[in-house]
C-alpha cells in the first residue's frame, strides 16, 4: 500500500499492453517506487489509462501532485495492423502515381519466398484516392515545372468529395526543395482546412522514393486516430485535476515526446511500447555494470527483443510494420507473436502448434475464467505448477487451474496421446523455441558472440521462461529486475525527449564541400533548437548528437556512422571513414578500404534533458532468506526454484542459482561445478 507522503509529488508512467497496462507510480521526495497492474481495455485504450491513475488517487494522492505522465501506447501500432484508420488521400507528382501500388517489386526474404498465396500488403490509400500534381523538382532540387495552383486545388476539392479524412503529400525530390509541398500545404488549409495533413518534407525529407512515400501515408493514415486518442486521454486527465503540461508519449527513437508534437507525428511511435523495456533495460544494465545485453519483453500478446551493445541500443532507420516500411530511425526490435495469451492447438492433421494468434486481454487464458476456450501458454504455466492459482497478480486474480488442467488434456493432450504434464510441457517448449529464434536473429546472426551478453529478461511472462532460453543458447548470465513485470513502463522514467532529423544529399565523401555540408547541417541545429525551445526547454537542458550515413559506392544500402559536432573539419572525413569500415565489417563481416565510399544523408538528434527518476540501491537488513518475506541485497537462492511477487513469476532452472544485487535485481548463472 502506497503510502503518500505530504508535499511529495508523484511522476506516473503507463505501458498499455495487449492484455495489462503497467504502472509505476515515483514519489520524487522519497525516491520510493510504487506498481500496479490493471486489464487493458482494448476497445477504449484510455480507459485502462485512467482506471490505473484512479487506484493512485484513491489512495490518498491529490491529483495536482502529479508532476509529470508519460505514456507508452499501442494505439497507433494497432491501427496499422488492424487497419482502422482514417481515410486517407495521396498527393503524388504527374505521372509517378505508380509508386506507391508498385511498392518494391519483391516479396521479402524467407519463407515468402515461396508462398505460393503471398499477397502485397492493402493499400493504405489506394488508388481511387490518388491524384496527381501538374509540378515537378529535377535530382538537383532545381524546379523543372512549378506546381500548377488551378490543378492543385481541384485535386483537394476531390479528395474532398470522396470523404477523405486525411491527406499526404508526397511529390518526387521534396527532400531537396520543398517549396512545392509547402504550397500544397497552403491549398489544403485554404480549400479543405478540416483534413489532417501529412508532408513528406516535415515527416521524412529523405531520399529514395518509395519508402519516404510509405512512411508519410502511414503517418497520414494513423494521426486522426492517435490525435483523437491523445486529446480525449488529456481532456479525461484534466477532468480528474491532473494539471501538469509535462505528458509525453514514448517514440520508436527511445526517447519521449510531448501529446502535441506525437499527434503531429504519430508514426514516430509505433513501436512506443517496446522502447520503453529497452531504456528501462539500459538503465538498469548501467546500474549493474553491464555494457552487453539483449533485452527480453515477454507480455501477454508479444514477445520484444533487442540487444544494446558497449551501452548502445542498436538503431535502424528501416522497419517495417505489418509488411508495411517504415524509416524512421528507431530502436531495432525484434518482435515476435509470443506471451502468455498465446494460443496453442492441434490442428485438423493432428500437428500441433502454438501461435500465433493470442487470447488477449478479453477473453484471456482459459484459467482466467473470463469466456476463454483456447489453451495458451499461461495455462500450460499453471498446469505445470510454476503458476500458483492463489497468487497470481498478487491474489488480485485468481486462476482456475481445474480448468485449465480439463481443457488442455482434452483439447493437447488427448489428441496426441500425452500425458497432462506432457503436453503442458511441450507448450512451454514449443514457445521457448519462437523466442530463441528471435534472440539470434538480433544477436549471432549479426555476428555478435551470445556469450558476451546478458539476457535482461521481463515482462509479464518473461522472467518465467528466460532461465530455460538462457540455458538453451547458452547464454551465461541473466538479469531479472526488481519489477519486471512494469519495466517497460519503468524505461519511461529514464527517458528524456528526443526528436531525429535527417537531409539527404548524396555526393562522394572523399572531396566533400564542407561550407555546404555544414550549412546543411546548421538548419537541422537551428530546426532542432526552435523545436526544443517550444516545448519549454533551456539551452543548458539540450543536447545534440550529429551522424551521417554511410556506404560504398554503388551500394544499396547504408550505415549510421557517428560524426564529431558539426562544423566538420577536413580531419574529420578519414575519421568517418575508419568508423564506416569497422561497422561494416562488424554488420556484414567484411571491409572494402580501398573502394570509394559515398555520403547519403545527414542526421541530428536532438535531446531534451528530462530529470531522470533515481534508483537507489538497498542495504541488506542481515536476515536469512528463510526469514525474510521479501528477497534482499545478499540473498542467494539455488535452483530449483519458483520466486513470485505481484507483477510477474520467476523460475530459476536445477542448474542456475541466483543472488540479489543492492538494487535488488536478480542475477542468474549457473551453478559453480563443485
Given amino acids: 500500500m502506497l503510502q503518500p507522503t505530504a508535499m511529495a509529488k508523484y511522476r506516473v508512467t503507463v505501458d498499455t499492453g495487449g492484455t495489462f497496462s503497467d504502472f509505476v507510480f515515483f514519489n520524487e521526495q ?5 506498481i500496479t497492474k490493471v486489464p487493458s481495455t482494448p476497445k477504449e485504450p484510455f480507459q485502462a489509462v485512467l482506471n490505473g491513475a484512479k ?16 505514456h507508452g501506447t499501442t494505439v497507433g501500432t494497432n491501427t496499422l495492423l488492424e487497419e482502422k484508420g482514417a481515410r486517407t488521400g495521396l498527393l503524388v507528382t504527374e505521372g509517378f502515381r505508380g509508386i506507391y501500388e508498385v511498392m518494391e517489386q519483391t516479396r521479402g526474404y524467407g519463407p515468402a519466398t515461396y508462398d505460393l498465396f503471398f499477397e502485397k500488403p492493402r493499400l493504405l490509400a489506394p488508388p481511387y484516392y490518388t491524384e496527381e500534381i501538374p509540378e515537378r523538382v529535377d535530382f538537383r532540387g532545381e524546379v523543372l515545372r512549378p506546381i500548377d495552383v488551378e490543378s492543385s486545388l481541384q485535386a483537394v476539392r476531390n479528395l474532398k468529395k470522396k470523404g477523405v479524412e486525411s491527406i499526404a503529400v508526397c511529390f518526387l525530390f521534396s527532400f531537396l526543395n520543398p517549396d512545392h509541398e509547402l504550397k500544397m500545404k497552403e491549398i489544403v488549409e485554404q480549400e479543405f482546412p478540416e483534413a489532417n495533413l501529412s508532408l513528406s518534407c516535415e515527416v521524412l525529407p529523405q531520399i529514395r522514393e518509395f519508402y519516404r512515400m510509405s512512411t508519410t501515408v502511414m503517418n497520414a493514415y494513423i494521426a486522426p486516430v492517435v490525435g483523437r486518442y491523445l486529446g480525449r486521454l488529456e481532456a479525461r486527465l484534466r477532468e480528474m485535476g491532473v494539471t501538469t503540461p509535462k505528458l509525453y508519449i514514448m517514440q520508436s527513437n527511445g526517447g519521449v515526446s510531448t501529446f502535441q508534437s506525437a499527434a503531429k507525428k504519430p508514426v514516430a511511435t509505433v513501436l512506443s511500447g517496446p522502447a520503453g523495456g529497452v531504456m528501462a533495460s539500459l538503465g538498469i544494465s548501467q546500474r549493474a555494470g553491464l555494457k552487453n545485453i539483449i533485452t527480453f519483453d515477454m507480455g501477454g500478446t508479444s514477445c520484444d527483443v533487442a540487444l544494446i551493445h558497449q551501452g548502445t541500443p542498436v538503431i535502424t532507420t528501416q522497419g517495417r510494420i505489418s509488411q508495411r516500411p517504415i524509416s524512421l530511425p528507431m530502436l531495432d526490435i525484434h518482435t515476435v507473436s509470443a506471451g502468455g495469451g498465446t494460443i496453442a492447438r492441434v490442428d485438423a492433421v493432428g500437428g500441433f502448434q502454438v501461435g500465433p494468434d493470442s487470447a488477449g486481454a478479453d477473453p484471456g487464458p482459459i484459467c482466467y475464467d473470463q469466456g476463454g476456450a483456447e489453451t495458451t501458454v499461461t495455462d500450460a504455466n499453471l498446469v505445470l505448477g510454476v503458476l500458483h492459482p ?3 497478480l498478487g491474489g488480485r486474480l485468481k486462476l482456475n487451474k481445474a480448468k485449465a488442467e480439463k481443457l488442455v488434456g482434452e483439447k493437447i ?9 506432457e503436453a503442458a510441457d511441450g507448450v512451454v517448449r514449443i514457445i521457448n523455441v519462437k523466442m530463441e529464434e528471435a534472440i539470434k536473429a538480433v544477436s549471432s546472426q549479426r555476428g555478435y558472440d551470445i556469450r558476451d551478453f546478458t539476457l535482461v529478461a521481463f515482462g509479464g511472462a518473461g522472467p518465467m521462461h528466460a532461465g530455460r532460453i538462457a540455458l538453451d543458447l547458452g547464454i551465461p548470465s541473466l538479469l531479472i529486475p526488481y519489477t519486471p513485470g512494469v519495466t517497460s513502463a519503468l524505461g519511461l ?12 544529399k548524396l555526393v562522394p565523401l572523399q572531396g566533400l564541400d564542407l561550407d555546404e555540408i555544414n550549412h ?14 517550444a516545448e519549454g526547454f533551456s539551452d543548458g537542458e539540450m543536447a545534440l548528437q550529429p551522424f551521417v550515413d554511410l556506404r560504398y559506392a554503388g551500394q544499396g544500402y547504408e550505415l549510421t556512422v557517428t560524426a564529431p559536432m558539426p562544423p566538420l573539419k577536413a580531419e574529420d572525413l578519414g575519421l568517418l571513414r ?5 561497422q561494416h565489417e562488424q554488420a556484414h563481416g567484411h571491409k572494402a578500404e580501398a573502394e570509394p565510399v559515398e555520403l547519403v544523408s545527414l542526421r541530428l538528434v536532438s535531446i531534451g534533458l528530462v530529470p531522470q527518476a533515481q534508483l537507489f540501491q538497498v542495504a541488506p537488513t542481515g536476515r536469512s532468506v528463510e526469514a525474510a518475506d521479501l528477497l534482499e541485497p ?21 542448474e542456475q542459482e541466483a543472488t540479489v544485487d543492492s538494487y535488488r535485481n536478480l542475477i542468474v548463472k549457473v551453478k559453480e561445478r563443485q
Fill in 30 to 34: 522519497t525516491g520510493e517506487i510504487t
Fill in 578 to 582: 575508419q568508423r564506416f569500415d569497422s
Fill in 413 to 421: 493432450a488427448r489428441p496426441l496421446g500425452l500425458g497432462l504434464l
Fill in 634 to 654: 545478499g540473498h542467494s537462492i539455488v535452483g530449483p526454484a519458483v520466486i513470485e511477487q505481484m507483477d510477474t513469476t520467476t523460475v530459476i532452472q536445477p
Fill in 520 to 533: 546543411l547541417f546548421s538548419q537541422l541545429i537551428e530546426q532542432a533548437r526552435a523545436d526544443l525551445v
Fill in 493 to 504: 522514467l529514464m527517458s528524456d525527449v528526443k526528436h531525429d532529423y535527417v537531409r539527404s
Fill in 55 to 70: 487506484e493512485l488517487l484513491d489512495q490518498g494522492v491529490k491529483p495536482a501532485d502529479i508532476s509529470f505522465f508519460s
Fill in 390 to 392: 492463489d497468487k497470481f
